[in-house]
């Protein structure tokens, strides 16, 4: 995917530490495997009412 794998770890840490994702493996030097933790994800992304936007749930 061209990415900087720095910057790959950083974001795969960051969803491991607000729970998105769990990492199987790693044990003995071996490589992690990123695992999402859910079956499901819902996203759920409040509009200001200024914005226009006249959604509601």
Known sequence: ??????QVHRNLTELEDI????FEGGESG???KP???????????????SS???VTQ
């Open 52 to 54: 226009g936007s006249d």
């Open 19 to 22: 729970g998105v994702i769990e």
């Open 35 to 49: 695992v999402v933790a859910y079956d499901g994800l819902e996203i759920d992304f409040p509009f200001d009412k």
């Open 1 to 6: 995917m061209n990415r900087d794998y720095k």
């Open 30 to 32: 071996l490589r992690k």
